[in-house]
C-alpha cells in the first residue's frame, strides 16, 4: 500500500487536511532536498537509507507492518509513524513553531545551534546577505575587530553544515557574501571594493580555523532606491531567513544568555524569496583584473 492509498482510507477530513499539505509540499521546490545518487534497496530498506542519508526528524508510513520494521530508527531518536497519527507527532508541532519568528539570545546554546543547523543542512552553498559587512570591511587596511567578530559567527554556520549536511564531504563548502559594494549618489560614503573583499576574505579565513572553508566568495552590488539591501539574510538553497537584528550577532552563541546581542530568526516564506530576488538582481560590481 502507497501513502496515497493510505490516505484515501483515512476520513474524509484528515485525509484531505494531509493530502492538500502533501500537494502544497509536493509544489514547493524549495522544500524537496535531492538525493543525489542512485538509492539501494527497495520499500522499508529504502525509507530507512533516505532517512539516514538526510538525518531526518520522522519516517511517515502508510501501514503499521512498515511502522515496526522501522523500529530501529526510533532507537537511533527519527520519530516513525503513520499517516493518521502525523499531525500529532513531535515532529509536526516543531515545524508549526517554527513557522513563527525564533528569537534565540535567550535560548541555551544547544538550542541555539540546533535552529541555525537546520537553517543550513540541506544548503548546497550558504550565502549571507548583509548590507553592512562591507561598511566594517572598508573601514581600516585590515579587518577590524568587529569584522573577525562577524567573521567567526558567519564560520560557525559554515561549521554546522559540515557537521549535519548530507551533502558535506559531496560537495565544496561554499561561502557567499553578498554585500553593498556602492549605491545611488554614495549613500553611506565610497566603499573601497578591493579592500573590502581581502579584509572579508582574510577575516573569514582567520576564523576558518578548522579549514572547512573551500570556496569565499564575496559578491558586491550596487543598491537601488529605494533600497532592497536593508534586511540581513541568510540564504540556504531556495529558502531565506531573516536575521535581526544584526547578523554578528551569530557570534555571540558562546556568551552567557543575558549578554548577547538580540538575534531573531525569521521563517523563510514566500515575501522573504522576493525580497531576495529582487537583491540578486542589483547590479554586480566588477573589480578590475
Known amino acids: 500500500m502507497t501513502v496515497l492509498d493510505g490516505l484515501e482510507q483515512l476520513g ?26 542512485q538509492l539501494p534497496g527497495e520499500g522499508v530498506d529504502r525509507l530507512r537509507h533516505i532517512a539516514h ?4 526528524d520522522i519516517v511517515v508510513c502508510a501501514n503499521e507492518g512498515d511502522v515496526e520494521q522501522l523500529e530501529d530508527l526510533v532507537n537511533e531518536g ?22 513563527s519568528p525564533q528569537r534565540l539570545d535567550d535560548q541555551p546554546k544547544e538550542e541555539v545551534l540546533n535552529v541555525l543547523a ?19 570591511a572598508n573601514e581600516k587596511p585590515e579587518p577590524t575587530r ?6 567567526y559567527g558567519i564560520v560557525m554556520l559554515m561549521e554546522l553544515w559540515n557537521q549535519h549536511s548530507p551533502k558535506a564531504g559531496k560537495l565544496d563548502a561554499k561561502l557567499v557574501i553578498l554585500t553593498e559594494g556602492g549605491s545611488p549618489g554614495g549613500r553611506g560614503g565610497a566603499i573601497n571594493a578591493q579592500r573590502v573583499v581581502k579584509n572579508l576574505k582574510k577575516a573569514l579565513g582567520q576564523a576558518d580555523r578548522k579549514n572547512i572553508l573551500d570556496d569565499i566568495v564575496v559578491d558586491l552590488r550596487r543598491d537601488s532606491i529605494p533600497s532592497v539591501l536593508q534586511d540581513r539574510w541568510i540564504r540556504s538553497g531556495l529558502r531565506c531567513w531573516q536575521v535581526s537584528h544584526e547578523t554578528e550577532a551569530l557570534a555571540d552563541v558562546e556568551k552567557p544568555i543575558g549578554s548577547r546581542k538580540i538575534l531573531m530568526i525569521n521563517p523563510d516564506s514566500s515575501g522573504g524569496r522576493g525580497i531576495v530576488d529582487q537583491v540578486f538582481r542589483l547590479k554586480r560590481i566588477e573589480l578590475p583584473a
Not at 494531509?18 to 535531492?34: K, P
Not at 520519530?79 to 509536526?92: G, I, R
Not at 537546520?118 to 553592512?132: G, H, Q, T, W
Open 78 to 99: 527519527v520519530e516513525v509513524c503513520q499517516l493518521d497519527s502525523y499531525l500529532e507527532s513531535v515532529a509536526e508541532q516543531d515545524r508549526d513553531n517554527w513557522r
Open 118 to 136: 537546520r537553517l543550513v543542512k540541506y544548503a548546497p552553498e550558504l550565502i549571507v546577505i548583509d548590507r553592512m559587512v562591507a561598511k566594517w
Open 53 to 56: 542519508h538526510l538525518s531526518a
Open 12 to 37: 474524509p477530513k484528515l485525509g484531505q487536511q494531509l493530502l492538500i499539505q502533501g500537494v502544497d509540499l509536493s509544489n514547493r521546490t524549495e522544500s524537496v532536498v535531492e538525493i543525489g545518487y
Open 146 to 151: 568587529r569584522l573577525k567578530e562577524w567573521a
